[in-house]
């Protein structure tokens, strides 16, 4: 039987900014998507018979329909049937590193990695553009896990426009294994707290969303400058996390008060706060100092990079 095995990264948000309420029900944003190579590899196999089978040994991913995994792979079922018939269906093991529900779009990037897994077991040629396009079926980071690198993401985060790739800045991850922060609840309140400072003329939300072109963050990632990057992190959603989760405030307070850091910021939705360093000694220093302040070992850390890849087919699987 037919396999591949595909490395996964994960991302961090360098930029978030809620706009406004979108038609939709989302909110239309504003983020600068950056992937980091912190990765999950995806093994996937053909199998005989028509099924679709999940296998992950991490006690917090679940194996049935819930499972974004999944549901990549019933799409591409439902979409190739013909494909399906012709090569069966497929067995998926997820070999986790990536921390659970992080703010990090480990479950996204998982199902990008089954969209690209199974366009190439199955043999369907498809475009970048027309992967993207099913996995923003799916999920709004999605799209963005198939491509990987730096993009401003708008709308609802599907939307990208492409940046130069950051390589080879270093960063300090965190996140407490057993803290889950639902993104569902943190957009939720923050509309409930700030809704009344919303744009409400859709013509405004496009144009605002267009302006951070020529923001300061996106002038320092063509500089390719680490330190004003650093200095221009921001993310809305702090608002209503940090207040409402006072060990993710405590990470970013200590990150923010460490020799060699130069910026810190939680990403996405949290509970996940990384810290950018000058470079990779003084990031394992940082890692170090962070375990020495805090020992409970319900507290993930990680050093990480940027990468300007996305989705890979891990040539050593």
């Known amino acids: 039987m037919r396999s591949y095995s595909l490395i996964a990264p994960a ?48 006690p917090q991913v679940p194996t049935d329909k819930s499972n974004l995994v999944y549901r990549a792979a019933e799409l591409m079922a439902k979409k190739f049937p013909a494909a399906l018939a012709k090569y069966g269906g497929v067995d998926i093991t997820v070999d986790k590193h990536i921390p659970v529900a992080a703010g990090l779009a480990g479950g996204s990037t998982n199902a990008a990695a089954v969209l690209v897994g199974m366009d190439l077991l199955w043999n369907l040629g498809l475009t970048q ?66 809704g009344s400072s919303y744009l409400q003329d859709t013509n405004d939300l496009a144009a605002r969303a267009a302006a951070v072109h020529s923001s300061a963050m996106v002038k320092a990632i063509l500089e390719q400058d680490a330190a ?52 990779q000694p003084q990031a394992e220093q940082v890692k170090l100092r962070i375990r020495e302040a805090i020992p409970d070992e319900d507290l993930e850390l990680f050093v990480t990079r940027t990468t300007g890849k996305g989705i890979q087919v891990n040539v050593d699987g």
């Not at 130069?164 to 991850?173: A, E």
């Not at 959603?237 to 910021?265: I, K, N, S, W």
């Open 228 to 279: 004003e990057i650093s200095q221009k992190l921001h993310n809305d959603l702090e608002r209503v996390v940090l207040t409402a989760y006072p060990q993710v405030l405590q990470l970013r307070e200590l990150f923010a008060h460490q020799e060699g850091v130069l910026g810190t910021m939680m990403s996405g939705s949290g509970p996940s706060v990384f810290a950018i360093c000058a470079s």
């Open 11 to 58: 991302k961090i948000n360098l930029y978030l900014e809620i706009i406004g309420d979108r038609p939709d029900g989302y909110h239309e944003l504003v983020m600068i998507l950056q992937s980091i190579d912190l990765a999950d590899q995806i093994e996937i196999h053909s199998i005989s018979d028509e099924t679709i089978r999940v296998h992950c040994e991490h």
């Open 129 to 194: 553009s027309e992967l993207e396009e099913l996995g923003a079926t799916l999920g709004s980071d999605i799209p963005f896990c198939i491509a990987g690198g730096t993009v401003i993401a708008t709308g609802r985060g599907e939307q990208l426009s492409p940046l130069p790739s950051l390589d080879h800045i270093y960063i300090v991850l965190a996140k407490y294994r057993s803290l889950e922060v639902s993104t569902a609840w943190a957009y939720k309140t923050y509309r409930q707290q700030f």
